[in-house]
């Protein structure tokens, strides 16, 4: 049974640019949380995707922006990356069936912006 | 939106003793309450959840607690070993939108 992954572990981006994290849920899930973990802290929601819409979002600017495909994997795009971008993002997957809340995380992408 | 404070922040304890760490949200419609175990480098890993409909859960030697009306809820480590050292992060949730502690680091000293 495949848990959650993401691609890519690392990424070392410059002030400006722009960056694509990719989340695929546990098998069986069709939901995705999206959360972004600095130093020292607890992981902030950033949004929830549920048939291929954003049902929920935290509270973070639009350059925070979100896709699910029908197969319920799922990008995290940020535009115009800051330095106060860097940070562990993980995403979690949970099913929405039988409102079951559990939400399982993935390994994280760490995120460093220069 | 749902505010979660959790304290203490930081908790060392000798082998063997009981840890607690304690956790207030502000949003009454939160109904699902999970704690998450974050060991160095690694992802949050649930060890434990309860719903607003039951006041404890237990599962060997971790139990938590909930109190509805005073917007409390407590995680409460027995016999703790020095593999219980990690960061836990308590969280509130409605159906589709989870908010975390800012975590205790537990420190299990042999």
């Known amino acids: 049974d495949a848990g959650v992954t993401q691609s890519p572990t690392h990424l070392i981006k410059t002030r400006g640019q722009q960056v694509t994290l990719r989340c695929s849920p546990k098998s069986g899930h069709d939901t995705v949380s999206w959360y972004q973990q600095a130093l020292g802290q607890g992981p902030q929601f950033i949004f929830q995707?549920?048939?291929?819409?954003?049902?929920q979002r935290g509270n973070f600017p639009d350059r925070f922006s979100g896709h699910q495909f029908p197969n319920y994997s799922s990008e995290l795009n940020v535009n115009a990356l800051l330095l106060g971008d860097s940070a562990l993002y993980l995403c979690?997957?949970?099913?929405?069936?039988?409102?079951?809340?559990?939400?399982?995380f993935g390994p994280g992408t760490r995120l460093t912006v220069t | 939106g749902e505010n979660v404070e959790q304290h203490p922040s930081t908790l060392s304890v000798q082998e063997g003793d009981s840890a607690v760490i304690k956790c207030t949200y502000s949003?009454?419609?939160?109904?699902?309450f999970p704690w998450y175990k974050q060991e160095l480098g690694k992802r949050p890993q649930l060890i434990i959840d309860i719903r607003s409909n039951v006041g404890e859960k237990k599962d060997q030697r971790i139990a938590v607690t909930l109190n509805k009306t005073a917007k409390h809820f407590s995680l409460h480590i027995t016999e703790t070993q020095p593999e219980d050292s990690a960061v836990y992060f308590c969280a509130a949730s409605t159906y589709n939108d989870m908010r975390f502690g800012a975590g205790t680091r537990l420190t299990v000293k042999p």
């Open positions: 949003d009454s419609a939160s109904n699902y």
């Open positions: 995707y549920y048939e291929e819409e954003e049902r």
């Open positions: 979690a997957s949970s099913l929405v069936e039988g409102f079951s809340y559990e939400q399982y």
